[in-house]
């Protein structure tokens, strides 16, 4: 998904294992996992001529905040939970969450 995310544009499939130079990965096995991420809706594949071309259905971002919410989901006490995480940022993070919880009129400012 790091290339699909780092690119401008959709790929092929051996556009994608060409960016992937540390690891020696057959074509094949790179098809099966664009085709297997298209399937669980990470990816959307365009057909190109005789090609498949991938892109992101969503940001990095937006992906990571579908799985911390996930992750939230699965704890009995969402607060604590809250609370918990909100302890354990650095104090550039915490800024940024105060931010984003004043933009949405949640907390007023100190």
């Known amino acids: ?25 057959a074509h094949t096995t790179v098809m099966t996992v664009l085709d297997r991420l298209s399937k669980k809706g990470l990816a959307r594949r365009e057909r190109d001529g005789r090609a498949w071309l991938y892109r992101p259905t969503a940001s990095r971002e937006a992906y990571v905040t579908e ?27 915490a800024k940024v969450l105060r931010r984003a919880l004043e933009s949405l009129g949640e907390i007023t400012r100190n």
């Not at 969402?78 to 550039?92: D, G, I, K, Y």
């Open 67 to 93: 799985l911390m919410l996930h992750a939230l989901a699965q704890t009995g006490d969402r607060s604590a939970a809250l609370a918990s995480f909100a302890r354990r940022v650095s104090e550039a993070e």
């Open 1 to 25: 998904m790091d290339v699909l995310w780092d690119s401008d544009g959709p790929l092929t499939v051996r556009q994608v294992g060409a960016m992937l130079t540390d690891r020696d990965l």
